[in-house]
């Protein structure tokens, strides 16, 4: 064997490195991005947290809910404004039951359904 011809395993050494050298970069700038991307994302408010969107669903949910209570409570009880908060959350805690006629009340349904009724 001729000594300039290189071994196989040298010339699969340098044909690695060669390969290395050249996906390094590349490979960097993915694990950046995939460590960055979703801390960027985060921060400027492309993403958001389970908890955030269970509580967004329950406000809503709430709020619908505290409208009928409150046309139910106004139907039942004319110019609820002039109540007093007492008969107000008492009239409120008597519709807020879901579904209607039920036995159990949600206090945030209650509370923003008294609210509605001041209106």
């Known amino acids: 064997m001729p000594t300039a011809t290189p071994s196989a395993f040298a010339r699969f ?14 490979l960097l700038a993915l694990c950046a991005g995939l460590v960055a991307g ?19 669903a329950h406000n809503g949910v709430v709020e619908q809910q505290a409208i009928y209570c409150a046309g139910r409570a106004r139907a039942d009880t ?19 039951t879901y579904p209607a006629g ?13 609210d509605r009724l001041t209106r």
């Open 13 to 26: 050494r340098a044909d690695a490195s060669a390969r290395w050298a050249r996906a390094k970069p590349l």
């Open 38 to 56: 979703p801390i960027i994302s985060g921060m400027v408010g492309f993403q958001m947290r389970t908890s955030t969107a269970r509580t967004l």
């Open 78 to 96: 004319p110019d609820t404004a002039r109540l007093d908060w007492t008969a107000r959350n008492a009239l409120a805690r008597r519709f807020a």
């Open 102 to 114: 039920g036995t159990s009340i949600d206090p945030d349904v209650a509370t923003a359904c008294a």
